[in-house]
């Protein structure tokens, strides 16, 4: 696939995103160095030949033989996902806003429950895994032999293997919460002839956020992917005044691009209420308030962008053997051998502005943005006005009031070729994945 295709492969949403090219080079400048449901695709590539035989032999004087052989295996593999999330939460527990007011003759009471609101949004997609075998396979012998004088023996064999992984993720999540739990805003007054109490619950707020999203895992070739077979050539025997060239080349690219985009916004109110209760303008009993507890417990977590390649492509030849031997006088042999391989890895990840440019990351947006408002009120209660001899004092008593927010970001991590002091200790996701980028997320855990 050329570099044009895949940029129009990465069309999204009526908006074109960059193609490869354009990739590669803000990776170049932006790569930083520190799941998962999704398109999972395993692609193994089988060697194309099996064996190659190719021999110019016992041909008569003064011939002409020309062999011209060309063996092409390309490969390509695009692994493409985008995910716009949008979760936009509204949780309200009341047993509050009660008014007892205007009574005259007994006491009078307000006692409520409590008040619990617990929210949990987990994000878990993006993820692209391919394991592909780049060697060529098989084995290859090419030999002129035995071909009489005089004559002209040519062979020409190019063998030609490409591998090209695309891997691209995109994720655009939104997390909206407002949570709200209250058992205050309690109103008792203007009663006569007895005590007056207010007595309120618990008020309990709990926000969980986690977005994991955005892990390429990409084993190319690697020592399990198998041997490359052996190559043999040899010009043997041939007459005098022949002229005998053997021109072979061996050829193996891999290009390996990884790119990750994360625009991540958790924007969290949470509240939780027990206070705000107004007992005034009472006569003639005892007047108090006692407030429960108010907690707001926030936690947000945000693991985003990893990258894990392991690419070994060595496995070309597994045995060479060039010979020139035991031809007649005035010949010209000649064997001209070209083995060649060229590997290019990009690994980038944008989430957040970051320095040299890293937020502009294939002109996307990108950025890890967590606003939280956290509030736990026992307070602002009011006993006042409140007139006669009930024989003690108003009373306000509150309860305690806790807010815990802990918010916890970790990604953009590129890991090039195995890491082999990776241990595996137990990880707080349930990622059913493949066990090399389970391996990362392992390791960046232990060394966070």
Not at 15 to 33: C, P, T
């Given at each position: 696939?050329?570099?044009?295709?895949?940029?129009?492969?990465?069309?999204?949403?009526?908006?074109?995103?960059?193609?490869?090219?354009?990739?590669?080079?803000?990776?170049?400048?932006?790569?930083?160095?520190?799941?998962a449901t999704g398109a999972i695709l395993a692609n193994t590539v089988l060697p194309v030949l099996a064996q190659t035989t190719i021999v110019i032999s016992g041909n008569g004087t003064n011939s002409d033989n020309t062999s011209n052989v060309s063996f092409t295996q390309s490969t390509t593999v695009v692994q493409s996902n985008v995910a716009d999330v949008n979760n936009d939460v509204y949780a309200d527990a009341d047993t509050g806003d009660n008014d007892a007011k205007d009574n005259t003759g007994g006491d009078v009471s307000i006692k409520t429950g409590d008040a619990d609101v617990d929210v949990n949004v987990e994000n878990t997609l993006n993820s692209n895994s391919a394991?592909?075998?780049?060697?060529?396979?098989?084995?290859?012998?090419?030999?002129?032999?035995?071909?009489?004088?005089?004559?002209?023996?040519?062979a020409n064999v190019t063998l030609d293997n490409s591998t090209t992984v695309f891997q691209d993720n995109y994720a655009d999540v939104t997390n909206k919460v407002d949570a709200y739990a209250d058992t205050g805003d309690n109103d008792a007054k203007d009663n006569t002839g007895g005590s007056v109490s207010i007595d309120t619950g618990d008020a309990e707020t709990s926000v969980t956020l986690a977005t994991t999203a955005n892990a390429n895992s990409a084993t190319v070739g690697g020592s399990g992917s198998g041997s490359g077979g052996s190559l043999s050539v040899r010009i043997l025997g041939n007459g005098t005044n022949s002229d005998n060239t053997i021109n072979l080349a061996l050829l193996g690219s891999l290009a390996l691009i990884q790119g990750n985009v994360a625009d991540v916004l958790n924007d969290v109110y949470a509240d939780a209420d027990t206070g705000n209760n107004d007992a005034k303008d009472n006569t003639g009993g005892e007047v108090s308030i006692e407030t429960g507890d108010a907690s707001v417990d926030v936690s947000i977590d945000n693991m985003v962008n990893f990258n894990w390649a392991d690419a070994d492509c060595g496995c070309l030849l597994s045995d060479l053997l060039v010979k020139i031997a035991d031809n007649g006088s005035d010949t010209d042999n000649d064997i001209n051998a070209t083995l060649g391989s060229l590997l290019t890895v990009f690994q980038g990840n944008c989430a957040g502005d970051g320095p040299s440019g890293a937020g502009s990351l294939g002109d996307s947006d990108c950025g890890l943005d967590n606003i939280v408002d956290a509030y736990a009120d026992t307070g602002d209660n009011k006993a006042k006005d409140n007139t006669g001899d009930p024989g003690d004092d108003p009373s306000v008593v509150t309860g305690d009031a806790s807010t815990g927010v802990e918010i916890e970001n970790s990604g953009n991590s590129n890991v090039y070729g195995a890491v082999s002091e990776w241990e595996l200790p137990e990880w707080d996701f349930n990622f059913n994945f493949s066990f090399d980028l389970s391996d990362l997320l392992d390791w960046l855990s232990d060394h966070s």
């Open positions: 696939m050329s570099l044009k295709s895949y940029k129009a492969l990465c069309e999204v949403g009526g908006e074109k995103r960059k193609g490869v090219k354009q990739y590669m080079n803000k990776f170049q400048k932006a790569l930083a160095s520190a799941l394991q592909v075998d780049c060697c060529q396979g098989g084995d290859t012998e090419i030999l002129i032999s035995g071909n009489g004088s005089d004559t002209d023996n040519d």
